[in-house]
């Protein structure tokens, strides 16, 4: 039988994103810090210029990885932000999952404080994912359904 107990977010807070190298001596070169709970998910955009962070402290981030510093913040979440993803192909598209049960598409590109679309599950969203062109996008929820 296999038990999972869930920590609450505050019981181990690691509110930034450690950059590590891959080769050699895997050395840290670099922090993100901005967030104010812990960071649950990180995602490197695809040209290697930009971080995406998922946090407890119910936001995500768009961080400039050459400066180490927050670009945009996404602050129109209700409760913690579980996942993030971001498109491969396409314009700067963003997709956050959210224990309110809502994910949410971002356009990086705008200035608007609201996401372009969201849709809303009957349970936590967990996991979020685009298609390989990002014509779609998946979502995976405490319902036992992708969708």
Known sequence: M????RLPPRALCIPFAVLWETYGKCCNFGT?????????DVRWSTDGAAI???SADKTAAVWDVEKRQKRRALKNHDDFVHSIACARRGPELVLTGCEDGEARLWDVRESSKRPAMSVQHSMPCLAVEFSDDASCFYTGCLDEAVR
């Open 32 to 40: 993100l810090e901005g967030h104010r709970n812990s960071v649950l």
């Open 2 to 5: 296999l038990t999972v107990y």
């Open 52 to 54: 995406y962070s998922a």
